[in-house]
Structure formats: structure tokens, C-alpha cells
């Protein structure tokens, strides 16, 4: 499978991003996806993920109540709704697609995502 984020640009303090991801390649509507983010000198670290049929969500402590995740199985497209957003949001953002198929929980293991999209940077200014 083949993941193209797009969204990523430069926003001021408080301001509002919305990441896109699009897939191909695989019968995509049948995975869990998740997005993950890595700031500049730090690892990989899981922002929130969604379930194949859109029933479960999960999210990183520190973006729950500002991130929500929803994804469009006709359009094979997921997409990241980011508000409030502070400078500490400063990373590239990932999409990434999972291993199994119809697993109801999103994983928050890097691990268990076997397909990654290419990163798009997302800055927040002060």
C-alpha cells in the first residue's frame, strides 16, 4: 500500500491544521491507521489512531481534546483535524496503515504499522 500525507505548513499558536492521507494499493477500509509524529532530535511518538469502520479512536494524552481523527473508506483517505495547536506540536506527521485486518482497537505500537507514508512537516510558530 501506498500513503501520501499531505496538509503540513507553518501555523501560528492556537491556529488549526487539517493532515490528509491518502492510500492505494490495498483494500485499505479493512485496516486500523494511525498517525505519528517525530519533532526534530526526538523518536517516533503515536498521536491517535482509527479503527477499520471508524468505532474506535485513540489518542496520545497530550493532543486529546485538541486532534481528531476520521477517515473516508470510499475515498481511501484519512485525515487528521489538529486545533489549538502549540508550538510543542512541531514534528513531521506520519500516517501509517496496520498489519491486520479488522482489529477493532487502533494499535499505539509503531510496531504494529506495517506501511508509512512519507512524513509532512507541520510547524508551529509562537
Known amino acids: 500500500v501506498q500513503l501520501q500525507a499531505s496538509g503540513g505548513g507553518l501555523v501560528q499558536s492556537g491556529g488549526s491544521l487539517i493532515l490528509s492521507c491518502a492510500a492505494s494499493?490495498?483494500?485499505?477500509?479493512?485496516?486500523?491507521t494511525g498517525w505519528f509524529r517525530q519533532a526534530p532530535g526526538k523518536g517516533r511518538e503515536f498521536v491517535g489512531g482509527i479503527s477499520w469502520n471508524s468505532k474506535r479512536t485513540n489518542y496520545a494524552d497530550s493532543v486529546k481534546g485538541r486532534f481528531t481523527i476520521s477517515r473516508d473508506n470510499a475515498k481511501n483517505t484519512v485525515f487528521l483535524q489538529m486545533n489549538s495547536l502549540k508550538p510543542e506540536d512541531t514534528a513531521v506527521y506520519y500516517c501509517?496503515?496496520?498489519?491486520?485486518?479488522?482489529?477493532?482497537?487502533?494499535?499505539?505500537?509503531?510496531?504494529?504499522?506495517?506501511?508509512w507514508g512519507q512524513g509532512t512537516l507541520v510547524t508551529v510558530s509562537s
Open positions: 494499493g490495498r483494500a485499505f477500509s479493512w485496516y486500523a
Open positions: 501509517a496503515v496496520g498489519g491486520q485486518a479488522l482489529v477493532a482497537v487502533p494499535s499505539m505500537a509503531y510496531n504494529e504499522y506495517n506501511y
